[in-house]
């Protein structure tokens, strides 16, 4: 079994930065793709950002170049650095994984974005 939390959200203003953390527990995380999902008010929930266990890095167009998706296995946590933030980033952030066949989310949390 798996456990995911996800931290650091909160309030920011439009081009700031803000840093997430998605920290696992359990095994199997260190060998498995993670990604950032971000879900809207009304919207579905979209892909943002994906790490392989090597590194390799993913983004959605909506996000290059300002944010940054990093892990440290060691720690069996993932990071999703913002940075340059516009309001339109404003949405509950997951982090998701999938090990043996089961997908893992976490709870969320929130990114708000002021403009």
């Known amino acids: 079994q798996v456990q995911l939390v996800e931290s650091g959200g909160g309030l920011v203003q439009a081009g700031g930065s803000l840093g997430l953390s998605c920290a696992a527990s359990?095994?199997?995380?260190?060998?498995?793709?993670v990604g950032w999902y971000r879900q809207a008010p009304g919207k579905q929930r979209d892909v943002v950002a994906r790490?392989?266990?090597?590194?390799?890095?993913y983004y959605a167009d909506s996000v290059k170049g300002r944010f940054t998706v990093s892990r440290d296995n060691a720690k069996n946590t993932v990071y999703l650095q913002m940075s340059s933030l516009k309001p339109e980033d404003t949405a509950v952030y997951y982090c998701?994984?999938?090990?043996?066949?089961?997908?893992?989310w976490g709870q969320g949390t929130q990114v708000t974005v002021s403009s």
């Open positions: 998701n994984t999938r090990i043996a066949y089961s997908d893992y």
């Open positions: 359990g095994s199997g995380f260190g060998n498995a793709v």
């Open positions: 790490i392989s266990s090597g590194g390799s890095t």
